[in-house]
């Protein structure tokens, strides 16, 4: 086996060393998990618009294929809330909810996704993830939040209601709430009440009264199942269907069939740019799940080789029945948590959830619509974070305003604007950032080598001498800026006679900087001033050495900032003009 086709096929690897400790790990990870996704697998099939048993469908073969070619021993791929609502809102634009061909339409976004992803991953551009700022992914999801748990209201009240946004949402809740179902809202808010109980307080409980710390565990993991059989029973003892109770109704007693996604040209074309954002964003939150979760047992993860697993998995989803999946915070950290070693323990849970699909799906025929509300509702409120704001606006007033805009876009507009927001403003953010880059005129500490701000040291500086020092890389967009910074500080001060830019952090130079370098050092040279560099990057000297600009710079490159001085003021070494720190400059 070559090196090469076992990172293709990680199983290939970890599968050889696979022993019986890892199998009885991984199955009793598998028995957690599967008893925890076979209600959100309900749950969010109804979120994405689609039968309850495209959930399960999706949550089969996508994991067996992700055990085969994903890189995470313990990420749990499946149906997540975010995914599922961006599913339906994308389906929603080009089929009719309930329809043949909405389903059809879902497929295609599984597929179109999967591809995409597999591209990345083969071209080796899990970068491209990284132009989503963390706080603009973490305002978009809990704008997505607050819109999950909103859009249930309705199972939960009994009502019909609709909408995209959170206005249309809570438009049409207030406009239907004379039609309230007493019995619904009671199951609603019981269901509710449980889970929520059973995710804070159960296991202390359970602990306090004796029960194993192992076993507690795996009880509370059994909340939603739990919620699930008192009110599924509760529909069918008391005959509450006839009552006006939502129910899930007959799910199809099966394994996932073979599905062909519909690829006409229309469709494709409609659906192309939400199975990108869609890809992009499930990359990026399973990424991070996989990774922090691998850091806990100094485990490796390969975003590349992530991304061939999340696709293959895609592509598995729309070929069985399902809708777009990636790896899930919630089920991961219980997978985790329960002792998974391997992959594998996601083929053992694709095997349990087989068997469901084949022998427990008439059980829940009187599942009320209210349980699997109240199921959504608890697991999407804890991805609702209102204190990335806080945090943001008290590290940087740019980062509070692309967190807040893309919070109040995707509220007010809806997840695709939201999320096309989001990316919009990581990019525009992180050229905000780099078009203004940070520049400090630097001097001599005294008794050391080292330079540093003046506005922050006390420091030994010569009137004929400026040093800035440059903190990034030069590019088109903050060339001019530097030269501003530069001309602007020699024309106010007639006693300049050198100009040194320091570039320790400069790692790049593009044509249109080095054409602003060279405009900078013709316009200096006219008012009679040198233009030198200092602490030159191997690389970025290379580079710089193809062009003509060493040739005509009117100064020197010198190997540190120390050797410049001594060259152009030695004076300064040993004494001279001292610049006090300014404890009210920035």
């Not at 076979?38 to 689609?50: E, K, R, T, V, W």
């Not at 209601?161 to 609603?188: C, F, H, K, R, Y």
């Not at 590349?304 to 029945?321: H, K, R, V």
Request: hydrophobic share 50%.
């Amino acid at each position: 086996m070559t090196p090469r086709l076992a990172r293709l096929v990680p199983i290939l690897d970890w599968g050889r060393r696979y022993n019986r400790a890892a199998l009885q790990n991984d199955l009793l990870a598998a028995v957690i998990v599967t008893i925890m996704l076979i209600p959100q697998s309900l749950a969010y099939a109804m979120l994405a618009g689609l039968p309850p048993e495209a959930g399960i469908y999706a949550s089969i073969l996508p994991i067996i294929l992700y055990a085969i070619f994903g890189t995470s021993r313990a990420l749990a791929v499946g149906p997540v809330a975010v995914i599922s609502l961006m599913t339906a809102a994308a389906v929603g634009e080009v089929a009719q909810q309930g329809t043949a061909g909405y389903a059809a339409a879902a497929l295609t976004l599984a597929l179109l996704s999967g591809l995409f992803l597999l591209v990345l991953g083969i071209f080796r551009l899990g970068f491209i993830a990284n132009f989503l700022s963390h706080p603009v992914i973490a305002g978009f999801i809990t704008a997505s939040g607050i819109l999950i748990a909103t859009s249930q209201l309705k199972h939960i009240l009994g009502v019909r209601a609709g909408g995209d946004t959170l206005p249309e949402m809570l438009g049409s809740l207030l406009a239907n709430l004379g039609q309230v179902n007493p019995i619904t809202l009671a199951i609603g808010v019981a269901a509710t009440a449980l889970l929520f109980w059973a995710r804070k307080g159960l296991k202390p409980a359970l602990i306090r009264a004796g029960l194993g710390e192992g076993l507690a565990t795996i009880a509370t993991r059994a909340g939603p199942v739990a919620a699930v059989v008192v009110t599924t029973l509760a529909v069918w003892g008391f005959g509450l269907e006839a009552r006006g109770v939502s129910i899930v109704g007959r799910v199809p007693q099966s394994l996932p069939p073979l599905t062909k996604p519909d690829l006409s040209f229309d469709l494709v074309r409609a659906l192309a740019m939400p199975a990108i954002l869609i890809s992009i964003i499930g990359f990026v939150e399973s990424i991070s799940v996989a990774q922090t979760l691998a850091a806990r047992r100094r485990q490796r993860i390969d975003p590349d080789q992530e991304l061939i697993g999340l696709g293959m998995a895609n592509i598995g989803a729309g070929l069985t029945g399902g809708y777009p999946v990636t790896g899930g915070f919630a089920r991961s950290v219980v997978n985790f948590d329960a002792g998974a070693e391997t992959p594998a323990a996601g083929a053992f849970t694709a095997i349990g959830l087989a068997i469901a699909a084949l022998a427990l799906t008439p059980l829940v025929y009187y599942l009320p619509q209210a349980t699997l509300a109240a199921t959504i509702i608890v697991a999407v409120l804890s991805l609702v974070d209102f204190g990335i704001l806080r945090r943001a606006w008290a590290y940087s007033r740019a980062d509070f305003a692309a967190v807040a805009g893309t919070i109040l876009l995707t509220l007010l507009l809806g997840v695709e604007t939201g999320v096309s927001a989001g990316v919009i403003l990581s990019v525009l953010l992180h050229l905000y950032h780099t078009s203004r880059p940070h520049i400090a005129e630097v001097g001599l500490v005294p008794g050391t080598q080292h330079f540093r701000n003046i506005r922050r040291h006390e420091v030994r500086t010569h009137p004929e001498l400026l040093t800035m020092r440059l903190d990034e890389s030069l590019y088109f967009a903050n060339a001019r800026f530097l030269e501003d910074k530069v001309l602007d500080r020699v024309s106010d001060d007639k006693a300049i006679r050198h100009v040194v830019l320091m570039f320790p952090a400069v790692n790049a130079v593009d044509l249109s900087a080095l054409e602003t370098l060279e405009a900078l050092n013709e316009r200096l040279g006219e008012m009679g001033v040198t233009l030198h560099l200092s602490e030159v990057k191997g690389p970025v000297m290379d580079r710089l050495g193809r062009s003509r600009f060493l040739d005509h710079l009117s100064g020197q490159v010198f190997l540190s900032q120390w050797d410049a001085i001594e060259t152009l003021t030695p004076t300064v070494c040993g004494g001279g003009a001292v610049t006090t720190r300014d404890a009210a400059a920035p």
